[in-house]
């Protein structure tokens, strides 16, 4: 069974920093990754997709990378802002034996806190 | 594009009662999914649909039941809640295109609080 964790599970650090949080799945068989942002007591937002066949990807101060060998992606910060402080959520999804799905394994989450 | 809405935004229910969650996207994406998140839990999928006519059970779908008439609208139904459902629910959407799935979004969450 597909598991998926984060660790730190909580993380603060200075303006300006740039930092990594860090995502392990126990089954290199994906199909995808998603990384996403969650604010306090709000939905999910999309910050980056990671099919299987990519390595990374990019979006303005982030980067995600992926290596399926090893079971682990990162997500990359760039020069940290207080507006970054939220929960980040890795999503792991599952390979489609016999049929198209686009579920969703979760971890548990970072919760970053970048500090003035 | 509204994207992913979610009515209501609070619900208490007391055991035993039924109610619908409403979910609806005006985005025409095929996929449509409901999550449930839990403290120290993260989120698991309820029920999923790759289209109109077309439902499958996700990790946790005993309580609940879901019917996909539309591509727009994706309901989650709580047959008779237990106090155990209390939760924040999620529904999503996602389209395919050119052979693959992409970026899946969510909408704002129900909480909903079984007495």
């Known amino acids: 069974k597909q598991e998926v964790t984060q660790i730190p599970a909580a993380l603060s650090v200075p303006e300006g920093e740039n930092l990594v949080l860090n995502c392990s799945f126990t089954d290199s068989a994906i199909y995808n990754l998603q990384w996403f942002r969650q604010d306090p007591g709000k939905g999910l937002t999309s910050l980056l997709l990671i099919q299987s066949s990519q390595r990374e990807q990019t979006s303005g101060r982030l980067n995600a990378s992926l290596d399926k060998s090893s079971g682990r992606s990162t997500l990359y910060i760039a020069a940290s802002q207080p507006g970054d402080s939220a929960t980040y959520l890795c999503a792991v999804g599952p390979p489609n034996y016999g049929g198209a799905t686009n579920k969703l394994i979760f971890g548990t989450g970072t919760l970053l806190a970048v500090q003035p | 594009n509204a994207g992913v809405t979610q009515t209501p935004k609070f619900q208490v229910l007391k055991t035993g009662q039924s109610m619908t969650l409403q979910c609806a996207q005006d985005?025409?994406?095929?996929?449509m999914s409901w999550y449930r998140q839990d403290p120290g839990m993260g989120l698991r999928l309820i029920h999923y649909s790759v289209g109109a006519g077309i439902t499958d059970q996700g990790e946790v779908p005993n309580g609940y039941n879901v019917s996909r008439s539309t591509t727009e609208d994706f309901p989650l139904r709580l047959l008779s809640a237990a106090p155990s459902q209390t939760s924040v629910y999620f529904c999503?959407?996602?389209?395919?295109?050119?052979?693959?799935?992409?970026?899946?979004?969510f909408g704002p969450g129900t909480r909903l609080t079984v007495l």
């Open positions: 999503a959407s996602s389209y395919w295109d050119r052979g693959t799935y992409n970026e899946q979004f």
């Open positions: 985005m025409n994406h095929e996929y």
